[in-house]
Structures are given as C-alpha cells and as structure tokens.
C-alpha cells in the first residue's frame, strides 16, 4: 500500500447503538448494501453482545446473513466477552466457505477505569483477562482481534489521564497478539494536538501492530483532529457517513463520529488517496439523514 493511501472503516454500527429508536433490520440491511454497492470494504458493521444492554445489536445475526458478498469485503463485529465472541464465531461456522464471513472481532478497551465498567461492566483486570480468551478462542477460527482503546486522549470524568498510560496498554496488547489498535477519541476531548502526541507515542511504540484512530468529533474541529493524526504518521481512520453515532455509555451528550463524506475531502485536499469518492456514498449520506430523523428522535 502507498504510503499516501489511506484506509478507511465505515462505522454504522457505532452510529447505530445510540439511536433512540429500533430500527428493523431490513432497514440496516439496505443501508449496509448500499456503502458494499458504493464501494466501502471494510465495515464494523454489529455488536454481539447483550440486547439488554445495546437493544441496537439484537439483530446482529440476522444482520450478517443478509448483507450483499463481496470480493475484500472485511467486517468487523464488536464483542465484549467470551459470550460475545462465540456467537461471532458460530455465525462464521454456519456459512462454512461460502465467502461469508466476520474477519475480526473488534474489543472495547479502555484506559479509564469508570468507563470500562460503564460501557462492558468489568473492571480492567476484568477485561484483560477477558480479551485473552477471546484471542485465544478467535485464533482458532482465523478471525482477527482489533483492540478499541477508549479514552485514549482523555476523558469526562475529571480522572487522571497520561499519555504514557496509552503507551503501556499498547505495548501489552502487541504482546498479547492483537491484529490492530484503533486509538479512541470516545466523547470527542482531544486537542488536535493530543490527538497527534497520542498518536506518534504509541505508533513509536507498537512497530509490529497498526494503529489507527477513532476519533469522534464536531464538524468544526474535524479537520484539525485529522491532518494531526495524518502528520503524525495515521493511514488507518473510522468514520460514519453523516457523523451520525456515539457511544451511548460515555456522557449524556452525545458526541457523533467523524463524517466520512467531510473526512474524504480532507483527505483529498491533503494528497491522500482511498478507496471511494466522495460522489459514490452521496445515496447513503441522503439515507442516514432519513435514518436519524425517523430513528433518532
């Protein structure tokens, strides 16, 4: 891959989980066919985890086996335990080799204690030892493991927080074997130049593993977020059509996901290429606009 080549993951499932309302999972499926029909290959597209918790994700399944194949396709499903992890699992081993299949099981982790226990009810010993397993029994099936460090630039809750912290928790993950670390911007904190300190410390530190961010952000201030991750080294960015989304464990507040649309153009205007244009997802821009005001309200 070029090193001017940037890489994007299309997040409707973390735009989806805060939605006031349920929304039927022929509507998901129509949306998640429409990003596959305009090109997006790689997409965290469900959570396998308690429909009591993320009502959302209830559908996860049934989700998966009615999104379109397709050649690169790589989806990625957010699971919180070994439970979580099984399911994904067993939604593979069900299609066998018809070239259906979850690639990676995306973990949340975070560096802050409050909200490790908000969004996934463990403590971080807790967690740790549950992501072990999890890599464990995901090794077996050839699914990949990408680590979500949350609070990764600070957080709400008025805790401590260094950037050093960030360091340690990737350094351990490499060591465990993740294929991936996406640094988490979960409410939208970080200074653009938090975000590039953050950034260049643990791609210093992690040579062996990718790292990449999720930033959640105003539309003001995504601009500055992304040209300091891209000056600070970042190829690998997740980003919603519309911004729409949010951790619904983290604040009150809401704070939504980073436009692909409005991510695309700074790429462009900086010298980046990907993989799509910004003419090719105008059709899912229009339907997550429909989607949130008929869901969100």
């Known amino acids: 891959m070029s090193a001017r080549t940037i890489t994007l993951t299309e997040c409707p499932r973390d735009a989806f989980q805060g939605f006031a309302k349920f929304i039927p999972t022929e509507q998901k499926t129509a949306y998640i066919n429409g990003l596959i029909r305009a090109g997006v290959r790689r997409i965290d597209f469900g959570s396998f985890v308690s ?6 994700m209830a559908d996860t399944a049934a989700l998966f086996e009615n999104l379109n194949v397709a050649e690169g396709l790589y989806l990625i499903g957010i699971v919180a335990n070994l439970r979580g992890a099984e399911g994904l699992i067993a ?3 069900k299609w066998g080799h018809s070239g259906r299949r979850i690639a990676a099981a995306g973990f949340p982790l975070s560096v802050n204690e409050t909200f490790q226990k ?3 009810n463990k403590d971080l010993d807790e967690a740790w030892d549950s992501l072990e ?3 464990d029994v995901c090794v077996e099936d050839d699914v990949e493991v990408i680590a979500y460090l949350s609070m990764a630039f600070g957080n709400p809750y008025g805790e401590f927080h260094d950037p050093r912290m960030v360091v340690d928790f990737a350094r351990r993950l490499q060591n465990m074997g993740v294929s991936c670390i996406q640094l988490a911007d979960t409410v939208g904190v970080a200074t653009a ?3 590039a300190e953050v950034f260049a410390q643990v791609r210093a530190a992690v040579p062996e593993v990718p790292v990449g961010v999720h930033l959640h952000a105003r539309p003001a201030t995504v601009r500055e977020k992304v040209k300091a991750a891209l000056d600070a080294g970042c190829r690998l960015f997740d980003s919603a059509v519309g911004g729409i989304g949010g951790c619904p464990f983290a604040e009150d507040e809401l704070v939504g996901n980073i436009d692909t649309i409005q991510l695309l153009g700074i790429l462009q205007d900086s ?3 990907t993989k799509y244009r910004v003419d090719d997802l105008l059709h899912s821009a229009a339907e997550a606009q429909r989607l949130t005001r008929t869901f969100h309200a």
């Open 51 to 56: 429909p009591k918790a993320v009502p959302q």
């Open 91 to 93: 939604c593979n081993q």
């Open 118 to 120: 908000r969004n996934t």
């Open 133 to 135: 397993t999890i890599i």
């Open 193 to 195: 130049s938090q975000v």
């Open 271 to 273: 010298g980046f290429e």
